[in-house]
């Protein structure tokens, strides 16, 4: 792998006086380690955002410090930023030993095309974007891949325990922690409006008496006796 050069400066300006140097396009920086006392350090900025779109925080860098011998291989250990704009306000850099293990975290990145959420039969829930793993510095893995095609079905996914890495690597994070998982869609509930025949309520007391019908016929007289 390419090695990841960057260059920088011991900085004597501390305090609110760094800002001066942000407007000049220098970040502020500190490096420090196990085995290291922090030093204070300015970087260009241009030069810091071409390394960490390559580095990130998981690769190893060759940082070059002017008045310092020779050269120190550091992690991006946290990086600051301006909310609105963006712009980096200041960098940590962590020196490793070579020799010592480190802890640390590395994404996840996901590959590939799941059958079912390809043809819009289940949806992709994602439940661990890193994983914390234990290593030497030169056996850290820059990412650790999950191919999606292999989830065939649904109810497929992809735990921490499933994860094939070099003997090297030891994976911290728990073992049944959900990486991926593909779900099924919910299905809509469409409510049915059923119209219900009220029965008509019969009132209790006094009935009603009918009306006397009216005869259709005069009534027969009865014959006169004479």
Do not use: W
Request: proline share 6%.
């Amino acid at each position: 792998m390419e090695e990841i050069v960057l260059n920088a400066e011991l900085r004597s300006i501390t305090g609110k006086a760094v800002r001066h140097l942000r407007r000049e396009g220098v970040v502020p920086a500190v490096m420090y380690g196990h085995r290291t006392e922090p030093v204070s350090l300015k970087i260009q900025e241009r030069a810091l955002r071409q390394v960490l779109r390559e580095a990130g925080t998981t690769r190893l860098i060759t940082l070059n410090v002017g008045g310092l011998k020779g050269s120190k291989r550091v992690l991006v250990r946290e990086l600051q930023r301006d909310a609105v704009r963006h712009d980096i306000l200041h960098v940590d850099l962590y020196e490793v030993v070579m020799t010592e293990r480190i802890t640390t975290e590395v994404p996840v990145v996901l590959i590939g095309e799941s059958p079912p959420v390809d043809n819009g039969e289940g949806i992709l829930f994602q439940g661990l974007d890193a994983i914390e793993i234990e290593c030497l510095p030169g056996d850290l893995p820059p990412s650790i891949e999950v191919n999606l095609a292999e989830l065939t079905f649904i109810d497929d996914a992809v735990l921490v325990r499933d994860l094939k890495l070099s003997d090297a690597v030891e994976v911290l994070s728990e073992p049944e922690e959900i990486i991926v998982k593909i779900l099924p869609l919910e299905k809509e509930e469409i409510e049915e409006v059923v119209e219900v025949a009220v029965p008509e309520v019969e009132l209790v007391g006094e009935e009603e008496k009918p009306k006397p019908e009216v005869e259709a016929k005069a009534e027969e007289k009865a014959p006169s006796q004479d």
